[in-house]
Structures are given as C-alpha cells and as structure tokens.
C-alpha cells in the first residue's frame, strides 16, 4: 500500500498537481523557542511586523537577551514570508544590496542563500545574519558588549531558524502537509 501512494504521490508531483514548494507556513512557525538553544536566553520582546515589499505576507520579530559573565548579549530576529520563493529573492537581493557597504559577506550555514557581517568597536562586537530559503527570509543580529562570540550565537539562531525551514521542506517532500 506505502508503494502505491508514494507512486500516486510522484506521479503528482510530475504532473505539477503538487508543489514542491514549502507547505503555507507563517513566519512565527520558523521563530526559534527559548528551548532550542545551548545557552539559557530570556525572550524580552516579541512582535508581529509588516513591510511593504512585494509579495510580503508576514513577519514576526523577537529579541532574546542573556548574561555570560560580565558580558551582556541581545539577539534580534526577523522573520518574514513571502507568497513566492521569487519575491523572497528578490527582497533578499534588496537587502543584500543594501547591506554591502557594511561588508556583508557569504558564509556557509548549510541552507539558501546566508550572508554574514561583523563589526567590532571597545567592548562591542556585533554579528549580522541574512538568509533567505525558498519563501522566507530571515534576518539575525546579534550585539555582544564585554562579550566576543557573537559569531557563534548568530550562526547558532541561523541554524535553529533554518532546521525549522528544513523541516518544513521534508514535510513537504514527504507528503505530511
């Protein structure tokens, strides 16, 4: 019987009844959970967000903050879906084009398009992320004062938001949606 529905499933998929695209998912579903982290964060704020751009369907930030010694860090994460993995393309290549004066350049997370930046100053490290995988796009900045390893926390939150895209994209793949 699994055979027969996997067959009818491909079948499907080939005559274009069935998408490949992400199953319709908002952005608060890819919004990563105080639990889903190594280190303990506390979530301080939590807002849905709108944004003219096309094809925009929703956005959800949040802002996780943490001591580590003397240090105090704050991540601020975006969110946003879009009706088309283009139209988040596009507002990707937007942000990026935007973005490069602060020399943001290509890192490697294991999923879409990401792209990092990182800016230091006396006692001040800051780490931005953008990523952008089919419909979302999501947006990582992590400030780290009397703390150095901003790097490793936006990277962390980045892998966290992607997994939960990840899944999404199995769930599709599989049939479960």
């Given at each position: 019987?699994?055979?027969?529905?996997?067959?009818?499933?491909?079948?499907?998929?080939?005559?274009?009844?069935?998408?490949?695209?992400?199953?319709?998912?908002?952005?608060?579903d890819f919004i990563p959970e105080i639990t889903d982290?190594?280190?303990?964060?506390?979530?301080?704020?939590?807002?849905?967000?709108?944004?003219?751009?096309?094809?925009?369907?929703?956005?959800?930030?949040?802002?996780?903050?943490?001591?580590?010694?003397?240090?105090?860090?704050?991540?601020?994460?975006?969110?946003?879906?879009?009706?088309?993995?283009?139209?988040?393309?596009?507002?990707?290549?937007?942000?990026?084009?935007?973005?490069?004066?602060?020399?943001?350049?290509?890192?490697?997370?294991?999923?879409?398009?990401?792209?990092?930046?990182?800016?230091?100053?006396?006692?001040?490290?800051?780490?931005?992320?953008l990523c952008r995988s089919s419909y979302v796009f999501?947006?990582?900045?992590?400030?780290?004062?009397?703390?150095?390893?901003?790097?490793?926390?936006?990277?962390?939150?980045?892998?966290?938001?992607?997994?939960?895209?990840?899944?999404?994209?199995?769930?599709?793949?599989?049939?479960?949606?």
């Amino acid at each position: 019987m699994k055979c027969i529905t996997i067959a009818v499933f491909a079948a499907l998929l080939l005559s274009g009844c069935v998408s490949q695209e992400l199953p319709r998912k908002t952005s608060a579903d890819f919004i990563p959970e105080i639990t889903d982290f190594t280190q303990p964060w506390a979530l301080t704020e939590s807002s849905s967000v709108s944004l003219q751009a096309d094809g925009f369907v929703d956005g959800t930030k949040i802002r996780l903050a943490r001591k580590e010694g003397i240090g105090r860090i704050i991540a601020r994460i975006t969110v946003y879906t879009f009706d088309s993995a283009g139209n988040s393309t596009k507002f990707h290549d937007l942000s990026m084009n935007s973005q490069m004066s602060n020399n943001y350049t290509r890192i490697e997370l294991g999923m879409g398009g990401c792209y990092a930046d990182q800016r230091t100053g006396p006692d001040l490290e800051i780490t931005g992320v953008l990523c952008r995988s089919s419909y979302v796009f999501y947006d990582v900045e992590v400030v780290g004062v009397k703390y150095g390893e901003t790097e490793t926390d936006a990277k962390e939150i980045s892998a966290v938001i992607g997994s939960k895209i990840a899944s999404a994209q199995s769930s599709a793949s599989s049939g479960l949606f």
